[in-house]
């Protein structure tokens, strides 16, 4: 029997990632699609033969039947649609930042706990092979203790992704801007590689988009439990090109992802002797190039029993904890621990 899916929100993140995804795969049928904009999902409808398209998600998920949903709505919605999902019995994955604040992403895990469904959230960083095998390499101690890290997300701004993507700059939507958009994928990356993180003390600007009502710029550094810290940079108003970049900097070398051009993985040891390793793995996909994240393969072995949830819900909300510290360090002017979100 094949996986029967729905997808909520037929946007830029459902067009690149999610349906493409879902049709790679023999074993999953898309069966629905809903969107507020009906022609966006008719378009997608035809293209992807799917035959039923809905512009009400609770209409499409009373009336299908359905064995899970995509939510790829503006972040607002993740928690409501999640939770209606979820309490109709169907696995959900949902984009990230999985919810706008705390209490929706406990709201969120427990009905998932309740009904007994999967829970994902889509923060792929964790999955791309190049971030899999630093994970290795650091845990190997071949390069020694992790000192301390760089991480840098930035791009030109959600108008060059989406058409729909002016509620990127509405905070009642949004909730934050680049921080939530950007930061969050780095603050999962970040502690799924190395720690939770213990405290964190942001800045955070709108630069150049004066008529957004939501931060384009963000710098944070963060101290993690184990006694690494680092920085995490995030932005909306980096032209022309793209930066998706992290380094490690380590007692015994660096380690170096998606920062140098032809390299997507080098190491470099301190030890003149073992000099520059470039490791054999593909590079990221960026907003111009796409190919498969592993999200919904992630998502479909999950549900079918083949694997461990990559991302749960818990591992979502710690990233959303970390983005939320950072808002209330910027808005206070201070340090924040993580243990002060509420
Ligand atoms: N994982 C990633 O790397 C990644 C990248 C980009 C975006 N995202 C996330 O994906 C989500 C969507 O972003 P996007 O870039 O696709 O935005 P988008 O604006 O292109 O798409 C959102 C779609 O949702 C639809 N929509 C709005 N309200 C709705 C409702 N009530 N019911 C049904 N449909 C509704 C809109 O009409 C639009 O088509 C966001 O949470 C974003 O953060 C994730």
């Not at 035809?46 to 039923?52: N, P």
């Not at 949902?94 to 923060?123: H, Y």
């Not at 006694?227 to 660096?254: H, R």
Request: charged share 25%.
């Amino acid at each position: 029997m094949k996986l029967r899916v729905g997808v909520i929100g037929t946007g830029a993140i459902a067009k690149y990632r999610h349906l493409p995804e879902y049709a790679a795969r023999e074993d999953v049928e898309i069966v629905a699609l809903c969107d507020i904009i009906k022609e966006k999902a008719d378009k997608l409808a035809v293209r992807y033969g799917v035959e039923s398209v809905y512009t009400d998600y609770k209409q499409m998920i009373e009336n299908e039947e359905l064995d899970a949903v995509s939510v790829c709505t503006p972040n607002y919605l993740h928690a409501e649609m999640s939770i209606f999902a979820l309490n109709h019995g169907l696995h959900v994955l949902v984009e990230k930042p999985m919810a706008t604040s705390l209490d929706e992403a406990n709201a969120m895990i427990e009905a998932a706990k309740k009904q007994e469904r999967v829970l994902m959230v889509g923060q792929n960083q964790r999955l791309a092979p190049m971030h899999v095998l630093a994970k290795e390499i650091i845990e190997s101690g071949m390069l020694g203790k992790v000192n301390t890290f760089r991480t840098v997300f930035g791009h030109a701004g959600p108008e060059h992704w989406s058409k729909t993507g002016k509620w990127f700059f509405d905070k009642k939507q949004a909730f934050a801007g680049s921080l939530a958009d950007l930061g969050v994928h780095k603050m999962d990356l970040i502690q799924f590689i190395l720690g939770d993180v213990d405290e964190v003390a942001c800045f955070i600007d709108t630069l150049e988009k004066k008529d957004c009502g939501v931060d384009d710029n963000a710098v944070a550094v963060l101290r993690l439990k184990n006694g690494i810290m680092g920085t995490v940079e995030t932005s909306w108003t980096y032209k022309p090109a793209e930066e998706n970049g992290t380094t490690f900097f380590c007692e015994k070398g660096t380690l170096k992802m998606a920062v140098e051009p032809d390299a997507p993985l080098v190491a470099y040891f301190a030890n003149p002797g073992r000099g520059r390793c470039v490791f054999e793995v593909p590079k990221m996909q960026t907003n111009e190039e796409q190919f498969s994240t592993g999200v919904i393969d992630g998502f479909v072995d999950t549900i079918q029993g083949k694997k461990e949830n990559p991302v749960p819900g818990e591992e979502g909300r710690k990233a959303l904890k970390v983005v939320l510290a950072c808002l209330e360090s910027a808005a206070s002017n201070r340090k924040v621990k993580i243990e002060e979100v509420k």
